[in-house]
DNA sequence: TTGCCTTATATGCTCAATGCATCTAACTAA
DNA sequence: TTAGTTAGATGCATTGAGCATATAAGGCAA
């Protein structure tokens, strides 16, 4: 029987297939620390333990779709721009039954970070510990507000990992920094962004030509106000180019 | 109802669920352009058309042991290296039923492209026609070897060039290039492997400061042989630095 | 045997980008 | 008015890339 002959005969809904699932890497920034959103397991398995917002994948949903409705219903959060990550397949990453998961990620700018936080009282605003430098990777751990170590559900330790190394690989030759910032902001809040991600100090004159000469900034006349010492300019973003 | 208890409710096996499926890219370099290798679709959906060599993700095995046990089967290669590329679950990508397929890709020195092509005879090695530049995305096309556009099955199209966007954006800071290599090659070649790539002309002493400077180039002390001209030193990649 | 042709390899120059130190500007608070 | 703090600008050295060009090493033909 060749290969072919094996497909045609083959009908897939004879056979036992995977759940497929998503789940939701919501990433935001608190005190200059790269911070996740996280969910209490009540339930059998891994009760106890800390997970991504996540949920099934429905048989008339786009994945997409599926993540969008996740963000909607476990976060309060519509229309921010997710990313597909990876896809998790290993058989034994529940212990229920075959769930394959597909992660997506979301960066968040405060305001939606907060609102997230005010609309489900059962999320927690988890800091994560990145025990590698660059893009070395290997899994993270997540810290709770008071700084206790937070036992992490199935692979999401993982699937956080995965966030990291992606975003820290985007965050110099593309765009998705801004992600974090409100519509108008510092050039220092953008460096604070990148040393967050990155857990590095980065220099501040480079650091400015670099961004300004990208052409991403548009400055907006406006000053920051509120702050002991000389205001710093406030610039918008702005795609083009 | 809230979601906690909704998802306690939930019984995801009462549902019906997508298949699940794997798709691969492979990738060779033939005559300095980016080939793949494609297979004729003999039976409905898209009969006659061209697509990925693929198959279902039993079950009982991890996505990526499917993705290694189509390269197996479909192209009659172990033991190459396979990367996740993408997952694709748009509703009607198959019009039979809702099938997800996780991409993968591999880089076939071009030992293991003619191998391929030897031992599987329905196997077409296909030209890559990108019509954007650099980084901008967007559906690429195949050619025959004689030039003739292939009519692509699915969503393959929009497969191939998730391909081409993670190898053109990986290639110069990571050593995806040499996968395309023999054992030993000469520094033309690698040459010609990130023009072949990129689509471009690259500046030779530029490119050969750049690469021997990285570390990753172990000089054998042999020479190319054949040539009717000076022979080129043969280089080793080695990992590490 | 001797040029000649072709490609490999090396080198020098210029320019652009970056790291770094330092200088000036602008604001508050006392 | 002055001290303190951060924003923003500038000069200099280093690095890396683009580019032209020089030299090296092979085959080949006269």
Chains 1, 2 share one sequence.
């Not at 991504?52 to 786009?62: A, K, R, S, T, Y």
């Not at 593309?174 to 050039?187: I, N, R, Y």
């Not at 991600?197 to 400055?219: C, Q, S, Y």
């Amino acid at each position: 029987m060749t290969e072919v002959e094996f497909l045609a005969e083959y009908d897939p809904a004879a056979y036992e297939r995977p759940a497929l699932a998503v789940d939701l890497v919501l990433l935001g920034l608190r005190d200059g620390r790269l911070t996740a959103l996280l969910l209490k397991r009540e339930q059998f398995p891994h009760a106890g333990r800390w997970g991504l917002p996540g949920g099934f994948v429905g048989i008339d949903q786009p994945i997409d779709a599926a993540a969008l409705h996740v963000l909607s219903e476990k976060a309060g959060l519509a229309g921010m721009h997710l990313e597909q990550l990876y896809t998790f397949g290993a058989l034994d990453r529940d212990p229920r039954m075959r769930i394959v998961s597909v992660a997506y990620l979301a960066l968040l700018p405060e305001s939606a970070f907060s609102e997230a936080l005010e609309r489900s009282s059962s999320l927690l605003a988890a800091t994560i510990e990145v025990p590698w430098s660059g893009e070395a990777g290997g899994p993270v751990s997540a810290l709770s507000p008071k700084g206790e170590t937070l036992p992490l559900a199935f692979d999401h330790a993982d699937i956080l990992a995965m966030a990291i190394l992606r975003l820290r690989g985007k965050l110099d030759y593309s765009d998705v920094g801004f992600a974090f910032l409100p519509e108008q902001f510092t050039l220092r809040q953008l460096q604070d962004v990148h040393e967050a991600v990155l857990d590095t100090t980065l220099n501040k004159p480079a650091f400015r030509r670099r961004m300004l000469d990208r052409g991403w900034l548009a400055p907006t006349g406006l000053r920051e106000a509120g702050t002991s010492f000389r205001p710093a300019e406030l610039y918008r973003f702005q795609r083009s180019r």
